[in-house]
C-alpha cells in the first residue's frame, strides 16, 4: 500500500516536530494532500491509524485538506484552478500549461501538548 510508506514519511515528520516540542502527546495532525497526488484519503486516514500506534500520536486525529490542481499558462499569464481531469488553460484553452499546483503531500500543522503542560494550573 502506497500510503502507508506515505504515512510513515509523515509520521517520521510527527515524530520530529514532536521530540522538538518536547511533547507529550500529539492531538491532531493537518495534512495537506493534492487532487494529483494520487493519494486516496480514506487510505491515508487507515494508513495513519496503522503508523500512529504505539507512537506518541496514538490518540492523534488526522485531518486531510484537499488542495486543487492549479495551472499556469505562459501563453497569456493566467494562473488558476482547474478540475484534475481537465488540466487547459481557462484564459486562452491551450493545453501548454505549467502544473502549480496539486501534487503536493504535505504537513501543515501538529497539534501537541507538552509534558510541562499538565503541571500547569489552570
Ligand atoms: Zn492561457
Known amino acids: 500500500m502506497h500510503e502507508l510508506a506515505l504515512c510513515q514519511g509523515l509520521m517520521a515528520e510527527v515524530h520530529r516536530v514532536a521530540r522538538a516540542q ?7 495532525v ?13 487510505l491515508l486516514e487507515r494508513a495513519f491509524h496503522i503508523a500512529r500506534a504505539g507512537t506518541v500520536a496514538h490518540g492523534a486525529r488526522l485531518q486531510l485538506e484537499v488542495l486543487p490542481a492549479r495551472v499556469a499558462c505562459d501563453a497569456c499569464g493566467v494562473q488558476a484552478e482547474v478540475p484534475p481531469n481537465r488540466l487547459l488553460c481557462p484564459g486562452c484553452g491551450t493545453w ?4 502549480v499546483g496539486g501534487e503536493e503531500l504535505q504537513l501543515m500543522q501538529v497539534e501537541l501538548s507538552r509534558a510541562t503542560d499538565a503541571a500547569l494550573p489552570n
Do not use: F, Q, T
Not at 493537518?30 to 480514506?42: D, T
Open 22 to 28: 518536547n511533547a507529550s502527546a500529539v492531538h491532531r
Open 96 to 99: 501548454r500549461v505549467r502544473l
Open 30 to 42: 493537518r495534512v495537506a494532500v493534492g487532487a494529483l497526488s494520487g493519494v486516496e484519503p480514506g
